[in-house]
């Protein structure tokens, strides 16, 4: 009963809006010709080189008569559409031809989207000579994730569509098949989709004292698990592990030797005074990304160390391709022990582009200043990801350690 009054809703609309679009156009329009047509056109009477009017509404509430060959396709008929959405008023609040799709009323009733554009109108075998323009749903989203995308990769996506070739959007169509089948066939719920699923699947809590159990359950407590590469299981090398040997021993139980492996893993973590620190800084460089200049040979990352104004060491890391900023070996060592590091040192880091032409010419891409003490006088550690302010104007250093 909803469908049938939506579809006389168009029906209202068509009387009142035709008269509308017929003054606007200085044209006039037969009643009778449409109905005989369509008629014609579902008994198979017509040939696919006829003419025949159709009604197009447009998102704006407009509704537009045009007299249109059955061959033409619907990327024809939305073109020309637009041209004549053109002198109507309202046009402002329309969006791109490329943001609609059309839309009509099936035999059955239902609303049928027509995504497929190189379809002609007689391939439809319309039940009504109705087509309306809408906005399909999740177009916006679609639109922020391929500009996400297009951020990410450096390269507008939308680009890179139009030059796919054939072949390579039938490859990406089946692909994208591929996924929708594994996502449906694996669901959202178990561990099929985890890298891991064996190690999930562990049956290793039936192993568990039930006094620890019991301890975990009461407690604020959670499990931490760490996983190795191949290359480390062959050759047994796992920092987070404590070798201990277990014998058979009066007075001795698996207990004690446990507590005091925990007590050896407790002070490898323990906090440690920076004059307790024998080593030298260094940090090492992983990758740049989001880099929209392509007029370039080399990029390297400049590391230096301040103390307000005074400059205490200076170092560069080695130059890869601005294609793939990736480092292999990115570490920077400083000829600076920890111990001898002030509490206000800060870190300075460019990004510098080399053109390599006649005259090799450096310039900075971005910078970025870091205190190496936080509020809680802890030196940072760990993988940490930073975000570059672009150079000043006519700034010819490399390095912007008062940061205006």
Not at 21 to 41: I, L
Not at 373 to 396: D, H, R
């Amino acid at each position: 009963m909803a469908v049938v009054a939506d579809f006389n809703l168009f029906q209202d609309a068509g009387d009142s809006q035709l008269r509308l679009a017929t003054m606007a156009h200085g044209a006039a329009v037969c009643s009778q010709d449409s109905p005989d047509v369509w008629s014609m056109v579902e008994c198979g009477q017509l040939e696919v080189g006829g003419v025949a009017d159709l009604d197009l509404l447009l998102p704006n509430g407009f509704l537009v008569n045009m007299r249109c060959p059955m061959d033409s396709t619907l990327a024809a008929l939305k073109q020309d559409l637009f041209v004549q959405a053109k002198k109507l008023p309202l046009y402002d609040r329309l969006l791109a031809p490329s943001d609609y799709i059309f839309y009509t009323i099936g035999t059955n009733g239902e609303r049928e989207e027509l995504y497929d554009e190189s379809r002609c109108i007689f391939s439809l075998r319309l039940f009504v000579p109705l087509l309306s323009l809408i906005e399909p749903e999740g177009n916006r989203e679609e639109k922020e994730l391929a500009h996400d995308i297009g951020l990410a990769i450096g390269h507008p996506l939308s680009e890179i569509e139009a030059k796919l070739s054939p072949e390579e959007m039938s490859y990406r169509m089946d692909l994208y098949r591929v996924m929708e089948q594994a996502v449906a066939s694996r669901g959202v719920t178990g561990y099929s989709h985890y890298a891991f699923p064996e190690e999930l699947c562990s049956e290793t809590d039936a192993d568990i004292h039930p006094e620890l159990k019991a301890k975990i359950q009461m407690a604020d407590l959670y499990i931490e698990l760490w996983y190795r590469s191949r290359e480390d299981e062959l050759a047994n090398i796992d920092s987070n592990c404590i070798c201990v040997k277990i014998r058979k021993v009066i007075d001795v139980h698996t207990s004690d030797v446990i507590a005091s492996a925990i007590k050896e893993l407790t002070l490898r973590h323990k906090l440690m005074a920076l004059w307790e620190l024998e080593g030298n800084l260094k940090l090492r460089v992983h990758s740049a990304s989001h880099l929209t200049i392509t007029d370039i040979d080399k990029i390297y990352v400049r590391a230096a160390l301040y103390h307000g104004m005074d400059l205490i060491a200076n170092e560069e890391s080695a130059w890869v391709l601005p294609s793939n900023p990736r480092w292999g070996d990115g570490w920077i060592n400083f000829d600076v022990c920890l111990k001898d590091l002030a509490p206000a040192v800060q870190l300075c880091l460019s990004l510098v582009a080399v053109k390599q032409k006649k005259k090799e010419e450096h310039s900075g891409l971005g910078w970025v200043n870091i205190r190496l003490f936080n509020w809680n006088s802890e030196i940072i550690q760990g993988k940490n990801m930073f975000y570059l302010w672009p150079f000043p104007q006519y700034c010819a250093e490399l390095i912007n350690p008062s940061g205006q």
